[in-house]
């Protein structure tokens, strides 16, 4: 056994991971890195990054078949399904060096290419290696969840793990969950070419605000999904090029290939979590507000901690164990201003609490502002009309804001500063945006928060009144 003494391990070299082991080496701490899959995890290799780059080949067909209303002849594009994932693969492999081994290690980093288990408290064995850490960061992500439907063990089908290699394109895709990923990857082979059913068990896009989600819905409707919903996959059968998912009120659906996508399963199988003392909960490990675990020199960020699975979340967990087991600071994460970005289109997005659970938090103190997409002249130039702005405002600040349109991640990025910041809805109206820009979307839903106070108030036209009778 070769043993190795170090002040931080980071179990698994994804997302936090990656960003913890790289922030604590830079700051001239002894950090061990270990991964037993590829280095990266599921952002790169089978999340983000592939599902992107294919919503990005969707885009381009999508194009060339709707140009005429700018005066450019429609097409029936060619999709070449097996290009397209070269392509998906050409993305991952420009990203891949910035997540490698070899810059890791020359960051300083101790990079170890196996699984880790606890052996004890503050020992975990990776391959012949027993690395005792003053501090561990468990950051082994998560895995798609295949649920005991009965019937889907013996059925040929799909996770995002095995998706981005599929190479021939499906005729008909039939999509189980109707969460980010079913729709991102629903719209995405629709607009390939292929016929796409999704089969939600309660509402599709059901995390996000009804009303923005109802308008991607729409859209995602319009292109020709069939989007199922309240239709739990209760029994699955067929083979290749011919399955069936039946609901449990009968309704059948028939296609020829079958996406899995219904939720993720923390990756903690292979951790020993009893040998070190750390309770987990039904969604992952269970921490505290500081990302602790029940052991206290061990913490768990990311998707294995259960909480809001994304890749800027387990990056945001990363600087706050950062502060805390380097610095010995207090840190606390919290959920209020973490946005999310569902990346179909339109696009939806949402930061802080949806209208129903400000409603519900803060009952009629709340005041709902909304702005459309069609009130904006860059969006009329462009024709992406669809959309609105929606911000829920509590005493002058934002406390939630849902959007759906065109662009809505980018414009996300202004609440996410606001909110982070306790900045102020007039801090949004005083700001100038260029003309003409989407990000006006911004300025003038902040300005409708304030135009009722200025044109509808009798004092400020008494006052407007009397001034104008005074100056010369
Ligand atoms: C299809 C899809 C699309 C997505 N799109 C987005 C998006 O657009 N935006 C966004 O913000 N998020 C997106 N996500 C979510 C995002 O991928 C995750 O939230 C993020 O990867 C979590 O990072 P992590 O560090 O917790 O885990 P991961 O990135 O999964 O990394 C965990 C690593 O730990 C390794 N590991 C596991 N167990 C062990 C062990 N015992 N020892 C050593 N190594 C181990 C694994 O091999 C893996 O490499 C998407 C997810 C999917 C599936
Ligand atoms: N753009 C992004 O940031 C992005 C994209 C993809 C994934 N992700 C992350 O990955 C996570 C997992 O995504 P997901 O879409 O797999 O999960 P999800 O939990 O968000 O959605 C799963 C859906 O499946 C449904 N479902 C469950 N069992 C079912 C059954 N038997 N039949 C029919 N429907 C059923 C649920 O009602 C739910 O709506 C997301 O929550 C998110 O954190 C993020």
Not at 78 to 98: F, G, L, M, R, T
Not at 154 to 179: A, Q
Not at 238 to 248: C, D, M, P, R, S
Not at 321 to 329: D, K, P, T, Y
Request: charged residues 20%; contains cysteine.
């Amino acid at each position: 056994m070769n043993r190795i003494k170090t002040d931080l391990l980071v179990i698994g070299a994804g997302s936090g991971g990656l960003s913890v082991a790289a922030g604590a080496a830079q700051m001239g701490a002894d950090v061990t890195l270990l991964e037993g899959g590829k280095m990266g995890g599921d952002c790169l290799n089978y999340g983000c990054i592939p599902s992107k780059a294919l919503i990005a080949s969707g885009k381009a067909a999508h194009a060339q078949a709707h140009a005429s209303p700018y005066g450019i002849a429609d097409v029936v594009p060619q999709v070449d399904y097996a290009a397209a994932k070269d392509h998906v693969h050409d993305i991952i492999s420009q990203i891949e060096p910035h997540d490698s081994q070899a810059r890791f290690q020359g960051l300083g980093v101790r990079v170890i290419r196996e699984y880790g288990r606890f052996i004890s408290q503050t020992e975990v064995q990776a391959g012949d290696h027993v690395i005792t850490a003053r501090r561990i960061v468990i950051a082994t992500g998560s895995s798609p969840l295949v649920p005991p439907i009965p019937g889907l063990d013996s059925v040929p089908h799909e996770t995002n793990e095995t998706l981005f290699d599929l190479r021939e394109k499906p005729d008909h895709l039939l999509i189980v969950g109707g969460g980010p990923i079913g729709m991102e990857m629903a719209q995405a082979h629709r607009r390939l070419g292929c016929k796409v059913t999704v089969i939600e068990g309660a509402k599709a896009l059901g995390k996000d605000d009804p009303e923005t989600a109802g308008v991607v819905l729409d859209a995602l409707r319009g292109e020709g999904i069939e989007i199922a919903e309240d239709a739990m996959a209760s029994e699955i059968r067929g083979t290749k090029g011919a399955i069936e998912v039946e609901a449990e009120d009968g309704r059948l659906f028939k296609g020829s290939h079958l996406l899995i996508a219904v939720g993720r399963k923390p990756n903690i199988d292979r951790l020993n979590l009893d040998a070190a003392g750390i309770e987990t909960t039904r969604s992952g490990i269970e921490v505290d507000n500081a990302l602790k675990s029940t052991n206290r020199r061990v913490y768990a960020i990311g998707d294995v901690a259960g909480g809001l699975q994304f890749t800027h979340v387990a990056g945001y967990h990363a600087g706050i164990v950062i502060r805390s087991a380097l610095f010995g600071l207090p840190a606390k994460a919290g959920t209020a201003h973490i946005p999310w970005v569902t990346y179909t289109a339109p696009e939806l997005a949402q930061i802080g609490l949806t209208e129903a659970q400000a409603r519900e938090a803060h009952g009629d103190r709340i005041e709902i502002v909304r702005f459309p997409y069609s009130q904006n002249d860059r969006a009329t130039a462009e024709r992406q009309t669809t959309g609105l702005i929606k911000v829920m405002i509590l005493r002058g600040r934002p406390v939630g804001v849902s959007i759906a349109g065109a662009q809505a991640g980018e414009l996300i990025n202004l609440w996410a500063l606001a909110m982070a910041n306790g900045l102020k809805m007039k801090h949004v109206a005083n700001m100038v945006a260029p003309y003409p820009t989407m990000g006006e979307l911004n300025k003038r839903v902040a300005g409708a928060y304030f135009s009722p106070r200025l044109f509808d108030n009798s004092k400020v036209k008494t006052i407007v009144g009397l001034v104008q009778r005074w100056l010369p």
